[in-house]
């Protein structure tokens, strides 16, 4: 009898011990950059890309080829989303996906033929939802998008000072925020309650906006060269391509105080694999930054959406960037 429960708790301690095996690699494999390889075309000037945690699809848009492209995350099933000049896409921006509506932004940038679209598509049929245009004597670029938790969204406009956002009543884009100190915004993050915005603006840094009151929150700050940006646990990620020095660029997280109304802090995660790199936005899922390595943005030219020099043109990689903190303790002042 004793020998049998020797046995038995024997094979016990082997299965728990496998478990916790199993549960340390998969934690430590969570904790690798991992990165692979996408079959999209060369010349594709990926900008906008979007997670759909249902499906567990990848989508990227296009600069050049005026499309939205998908794969699984393995980079597998390669397929046009939306084709070339579909719904009347334009060069693809900010993207993102809220249940299952894919949220779509593309620009003519050229002065000549400037206008804006945002799309809205359902992601499980690709049937178009609705369309939204913006195409008149002002010079417009909508640069990315937040949606919040009720579906409230806001877009900002690169060109200028002006936050936009859909009037339901209206059922058009209208401009929801003006203000001269945040010129040329670019990335915009939510919070997750849908009463603050935060905003990446080019000659004032990070700048926090109370959707309630209108009122910036938040000083003038040197928090510059922000393309991408999302709100993460109390703080926010951001993509940094915009400095003169390219070592200063790289993937950032900036925390914040407990009231959401100041940054308290920054922490550098990681450095572009190339200093020459340019990714622009990202995807959060499963608490990892999903990015194209290197959007090759360098080598378009965005007045006639040319490519410089074809034989240049490298494949594309997807790098999946654990989001954990080096050194930061808590900080809440």
Known sequence: MGSILFLVCQRKLCLLYTILILMVSASSAQNQIEQVELPFQKDLIPEGIAIDSISRKIYVNSLKHNKIV????DGKNQEDFVKSNQYGYLPGFGMTIKGDTLFALGNNLPKSSN???????????????????IDN???????????????????????????????????ALEIFFSHP?????????????GKTLFLATYTSGIRVLDIGSQKLINHNNDFKGIDGMKFYQNSLLAIVNGKRDATQN??????????????????????????????????????QMFYVSDSQLDML?????????????????????????????????
């Open 301 to 333: 030219n965005q007045e006639n959406y040319e490519i410089l020099n074809a034989s240049e043109l490298k494949d594309y990689i997807l790098t999946k960037q654990p989001i954990h903190s080096k050194h930061r303790k808590n900080q809440n002042p």
């Open 250 to 287: 790289g993937l950032f997280r900036f925390y914040l105080d407990k009231n959401l109304s100041k940054i308290v802090s920054e922490e550098k995660l990681a450095s572009f694999q190339n200093p020459t790199d340019i990714p622009t936005t990202f995807a959060l899922f499963n608490n």
């Open 70 to 73: 998908r794969c699984d995350f």
């Open 115 to 133: 206008k804006s679209v945002l799309l809205l598509l359902n992601t499980q049929t690709g049937a178009l939802i609705k369309s939204y245009t």
């Open 137 to 171: 004597s002002d010079f417009i670029y909508l640069n990315d998008i937040a949606v919040g938790p009720k579906g409230k969204l806001y877009i900002t406009d690169s060109e200028s000072d002006n936050i936009y956002t859909l009037n339901p009543q209206k059922d």
């Open 181 to 193: 100190e945040i010129k040329h915004p670019n990335g915009i993050a939510i919070s997750p309650d």
